[in-house]
């Protein structure tokens, strides 16, 4: 019986299902005796749990075994007890148990105080009346019933340190006889008297010393002692120094002892021990807020320990730096924290947790960069900004929590001096309080009304952010009070010159009036998510009404930026429609608007989607753009494009030609901009410096590293192992470009540089496979070398795809067969490139020869360099991976696209991610525009679709066929560029190469 | 507190369980499964704590074992680590230059052990000595017993 019990148990912690034997467990612990009864006893404590329903029946045979006069059975019964035992049963062995306290021998007291214990934990009430019996088993004479009993004054003093200070002395002695190795031998560990007990102890006197003066003195000498006896070199010290710095950082401060504390955990940051390492962050997380400049004596190691490559130290560096965050290095340590997000993928909470604190910062962070970027910052990051916070995460709770920090932080702002802050900063923050600031149910939404009226009121206020103010009081007019500010402010407004204001006046007093369509047009809580949107790009909705309107003899649309030229006269068409600034393509309810003035029909007339689109539409990035292309379209199909009319075009060159002084963009305003594209390029280095503020020489090495961490976003890029550097871009580039016909004026300066590789360059490039001799290829760079084995690459840019060829070059006088190589990459596709000789990557190098493998390469993240990493083993002798890593400019990618300008303009519409920035102009050449952009051209393969004046178009497509526009304006002495393609990320890496190119220049 | 240990072997294999507090079986195989993936994922010269969800996991590996204690987050880990070491020690003075065959065969005997060293999720005795003492005197008993205890099988 006992064998199959334990083959049973053995089943079942195979992961079977034994559940048939459960019974027999109760049996056997039942009717058994001696090993029999134990096995029993063993298997039922592994196979039932508190909860289950057998469990009563062990009932009987523990209340006989503890009546036993054999001690081990008494020892099994008491051990079952104290390991799982059925609540509603413990008053039937109680009195047992306790009986068993004052038992001639040590371990069954010793047993029996923890079964008491284990009542405690789950039935404290039933085990009240015996507290007594808790003191006279500290007192016992046994030192290992005594350590038992402080289980349960450890879990007592934590709930309760009030009802056992004067137990305090006690402990203090305890540890004092402890510490001095009054206790037998036995209690030893690797010669370190008693390290449980005394933890134990350390940990109750922390709890009983908290805020608490007269105990804590009590208690100084003894950890003093504790510090210094403390000092072999073994884990177990160090568990107990640990645990003493913490005491002594919990209790009332002392002076002495905190220096000595302090100087503990600098030798646990500073060992080279790992572990202990990561105790010394725990505590300096533990320690840090009272004490900051501790941290600041242990910046280097904690910056070591960010990059370490254990994710465990690395986040507990996080928590440590999550301490001491403040204003200013908010940034870095987001940075920071995003960083380990990215890396880590499969850490459940930790990284929700992470995830959440990082976020709560963005709010913070995005204050700051709102108030200092302002209004110079493109209108996407403020949109993109809402997009998140509206969108949220996967958890519900994290949103409100985010959005409740939102909307409090907001609260605050506007409480201080709101006319300081910048135009858009205030639209934001005039939406999230629209949106959410009902999240905080104590907040009256009369108060916010009035806040936000504060804000009409002010004279700097653009009538933009007037529209975004009057929007919000729209979704928060509900209840009387606040209705009478609404109607008030509506009043205002309702005459005003401004139609969108006036617009907005008017929704906010019928919405402010009826509540029911008000609760209908705006539901609250929208989740974006969870609403549909039957976006309907063309507007079709409208056709209807529209070809009534034009029937009954009204005049065709004509889109505002139209109207203003030909108000103006305008010499050129703009494709950047004038005033793009939202509250022009704030909704269609404007439209339907002009064509229907009244507000009451746009809510209750047309059809139902078309209001709720209308005005959710506001909020969303894709409503904005429905707007915009939609006007866009028509201009398209109502007017011929002036593109096309020379006498425009003829004019444009006139006037170019009129302006050859223009006004230099004022300096600070560029630095301004700057900053602000920095901070989220991001680019950290300005801001890293202050991660922990003064602090001499330190700090500028901190400086240093911090850089070089922010360079991965491209500010300088000679750090890393880049094989491909500029010299190489350039190398192969210009060669390109001869092909198509442009002269390099480069070209020759970088022969020299070549030099030094060249012989074996070209003798490695003879192997290069036929169909891509022909083609440039670029500088042929080593990778790595394995044993006999050099692995060498070069990229090959061909018209339709990039081919990355690796050559292995065996230098051992027997063939290598199967070489194992593997490609990656984050943001590459890879595929090898199936070449007529073999349709395997693993292939034989003979002996002295080169095996070429070709890859072709696609691009399926953009991102400003891509990096194709790859490892690759020796079969021969002892095997041995050896990781490589290719890095290449996004630049190879681009390819030339060659369109008309109609199909410019119908492509320039369809796209939806873009990008804007100022860019140098060559200002030395007669035609500033052209010279520039035949410097793109020649640099980065853009096809240039048509010259216009002081504008510009270019097209290009990233390999394969994802197209990417661009179109440029002199403006104000620089180059106004905006980039458009579907692809998310391919605008900004392209700008950044337009950038340097122009730089470089 | 600690919440529960694990043993397994380098491949994943479970060799020993014990569970401090109620858990659903089915919860059980489900940090069995994450157990051995994150402590067999690591690297070896990285530190022996882990976080999973708000326990903190102290592994250690011994030849092909690896011993996992999990306990509460505010537990000292250097101490855990102890644990670990002291069970070990145990096991080794027990079976004498203790291996993963030993514990394989001899489960119930690690078990044993592990009862008189830990209970209920806390240290309960820390010499070596007196555990061994606990152990071999119930080992005695059973000698004594099995005789008896044999007759009553075959006559009842």
């Known amino acids: ?1001 | 507190m600690m919440r529960f240990l694990l043993l397994f072997s380098r491949q994943g294999k479970l060799r020993l369980q014990k569970w401090f507090t109620p858990i659903s079986e089915r919860e059980k195989k489900k940090i069995i499964r994450d157990m051995t993936s994150m402590v067999l994922a690591r690297q070896p010269r990285s530190c022996n704590f882990l976080h999973w969800k708000d326990l903190k996991i102290i592994y250690k590996r011994y030849a092909s074992l690896y011993f996992c204690l999990a306990v509460d987050n505010q537990e000292n880990e250097l101490l855990a680590l102890e644990v670990i070491h002291r069970y070990v020690e145990l096991l080794d003075k027990y079976f004498g230059n203790v291996c993963e065959l030993d514990i394989i065969f001899n489960f119930e005997k690690a078990y044993f052990i592990l009862d008189e060293f830990l209970i209920g999720g806390e240290i309960q005795e820390t010499s070596k000595q007196v555990v061994n003492r606990c152990i071999e005197s119930s080992d005695m008993l059973q000698e004594d017993d099995s005789s008896e205890w044999y007759e009553v099988e075959l006559f009842g």
Not at chain 1, 105 to 122: D, G, H, N, T
């Open chain 1, 1 to 1001: 019986m006992k064998e199959l019990m334990v083959r049973a148990i053995y089943c079942e912690s195979l992961g079977y299902e034994a559940s048939f034997s459960y019974i027999h467990a109760i049996k056997l612990a039942q009717q058994g005796a001696g090993l029999e009864k134990r096995v029993g006893y063993l298997a039922v404590s592994l196979f039932l749990n508190e909860n289950h329903e057998l469990l009563l029946l062990l009932v009987n045979t523990v209340l006989k075994d503890l009546q036993s006069t054999n001690l081990i059975e008494v020892c099994m019964a008491l051990t079952v007890v104290s390991q799982m035992f059925p609540k509603d049963m413990i008053p039937a062995i109680l009195p047992l148990v306790e009986e068993k306290l004052n038992h001639p021998k040590e371990i069954i007291r010793r047993k029996a105080v923890l079964a008491l214990y284990k009542f405690y934990l789950i039935a404290p009430n039933q085990v009240q009346h015996i507290h007594n019996k808790f003191r006279k088993a500290l007192c016992d004479k046994d030192p290992g019933v005594m350590t038992a009993s402080l289980h349960i004054y450890l879990q007592m003093i934590q709930e309760n340190p009030e009802g056992y200070k004067d137990l305090t002395a006690s402990f203090v002695t305890i540890l004092k006889q402890v510490v001095g190795g009054k206790l037998p031998i036995d209690f030893n560990y690797h010669s370190v008297p008693a390290p449980w007990l005394q933890i134990q102890l350390l940990r109750i006197l922390s709890f009983l010393g908290k805020n608490d003066q007269s105990v804590s003195e009590l208690m100084y000498e003894v950890l003093d002692e504790s510090l210094q006896r403390a000092e072999m070199n073994h884990n177990i010290t160090y568990a107990i120094l640990y645990e003493c710095v913490r005491c002594i950082y919990t209790i009332h401060p002392k002076s002495e002892l905190l220096e000595k504390a302090a100087q503990c955990i600098g030798n646990f940051v500073l060992s080279p021990k790992i572990n202990l390492k990561y105790l010394g962050l725990k505590a300096l997380t533990y320690v840090v807020q009272q004490d900051p400049k501790l941290a600041l004596q242990h910046q280097m190691t904690i910056i070591e320990c960010l990059d370490h490559p254990d994710l465990i130290i690395k986040r507990e560096t996080l928590e440590l730096l999550f301490r001491i965050t403040n204003a200013q290095n908010v940034m870095v340590i987001v940075e920071k924290m995003l960083e380990f997000l990215r890396v880590s993928t499969d850490d459940y909470t930790t990284i929700d947790l992470v995830g959440k604190v990082a976020e709560l910062w963005f709010i913070e962070t995005m204050n700051t960069v709102f108030s200092v970027g302002g209004d110079m910052m493109q209108p996407d990051i403020p949109n993109s900004f809402l997009k998140l916070l509206s969108e949220g995460f996967d958890c519900v709770e994290d949103d409100r929590k985010l959005r409740l920090f939102a909307v409090d932080s907001y609260i605050s702002l506007l409480h201080g001096e709101p006319g300081k802050l910048p135009q858009r900063f205030l639209q934001v923050i005039s939406w999230v309080l629209g949106e959410y600031s009902h999240l905080r149910e104590e907040l009256e939404p009369a108060s916010v009304l009035r806040l936000l009226e504060k804000l009409l009121d002010m004279k700097q206020t653009s009538s933009e952010t007037k529209n975004w103010v009057l929007m919000a009081m729209t979704k928060l007019c509900v209840g009387g009070a606040s209705v009478s500010v609404a109607q008030q402010v509506s009043e205002t407004y309702i005459s005003s010159m401004d139609t969108v204001l006036r617009q907005r006046a008017q929704e906010l007093q019928h919405f402010g009036q009826d509540s029911e369509v008000r609760t209908r047009v705006l539901p609250r809580d929208t989740d974006l998510e969870n609403t549909i949107f039957d976006v309907d790009s063309s507007l079709s909705f409208l056709d209807g009404f529209v070809s009534e309107a034009l029937a009954a003899g009204a005049a065709p649309y004509k889109p505002p930026h139209q109207r203003q030229e030909e108000l103006a006269q305008a010499k050129a068409l703009s494709l950047e429609p004038y005033g793009l600034s939202l509250p022009i393509s704030m909704s269609s309810c404007s439209i339907a608007d002009r064509q229907s003035p009244t507000p009451l029909s746009m809510s209750s007339g047309l059809s139902t989607t078309l209001k709720l689109d209308g005005v959710k539409r506001v909020w969303g990035r894709e409503g904005y753009l429905v707007q915009r292309e939609s006007v866009e379209e028509t201009a398209q199909v109502e007017v011929p494009s002036p593109l096309r009319s020379p006498s425009q075009q003829a004019e444009a060159n006139g006037s170019h030609s009129q302006t050859p002084t223009q006004t230099p963009t004022p300096e600070p305003e560029q630095e301004k901009q700057q900053l602000a594209a920095s901070l989220f390029f991001g680019l950290s280095s300005q801001s890293s410096v202050c991660l922990m503020g003064k602090s001499g020489p330190t700090s500028h090495r901190f400086r240093r590293k911090a850089k070089g961490q922010g360079s991965i976003s491209g500010a300088t890029e000679q750090t890393s192992k880049t094989k491909l550097n500029d010299s190489d871009i350039k190398g192969s580039d210009p060669s390109l470009s001869e092909d198509s016909g442009l002269v390099a004026a480069d070209s020759e300066d970088m022969n020299p540089h070549e030099d030094p590789e060249r012989p074996k360059d070209l003798c490695l490039s003879s192997h290069l496979p036929a169909e891509l001799s022909g083609l440039c290829h670029s500088e042929i760079s080593p990778l790595c070398s394995i044993q006999s084995l050099d692995l060498s690459a070069c990229h090959v840019q061909k018209d339709d795809s990039l081919v990355l060829v690796i050559f292995i070059q065996n230098s051992s006088d027997s063939a290598i067969r199967q070489i194992p190589l593997d490609l990656d990459s984050d943001e590459l596709e890879v595929m090898y490139y199936v070449s007529r000789v073999s349709d395997s990557p693993v292939e034989d190098v003979r002996s002295h020869d080169v095996a070429v493998y070709q890859y072709s390469l696609t691009v399926k993240r953009p991102s400003v360099h891509v990096e194709v990493v790859g490892t690759v083993s020796c079969p021969v002798g002892t095997p041995q991976t050896v990781r490589f890593s290719y890095k290449l400019p996004l630049t190879t990618f681009i390819r030339p696209l060659t369109l008309s300008t109609e199909e410019y303009g119908t492509m320039w519409l369809a796209f939806s991610h873009d990008t804007k920035q100022n860019l140098t102009l060559i200002s030395d050449d007669p035609e500033p525009l052209t010279a520039t952009l035949s410097v793109l051209k020649r640099k980065l393969q853009l096809h240039v679709v048509e010259i216009i004046g002081m504008e510009g178009i270019l097209a290009c497509r990233l390999l394969r066929d994802r197209p990417c526009l661009m179109h440029c304006r002199v403006h104000a002495g620089a180059l106004a560029v905006w980039l458009r393609s579907p692809v998310p990320d391919l605008p900004d890496c392209l700008i950044y190469h337009c950038q340097r190119a122009l730089q470089e220049d």
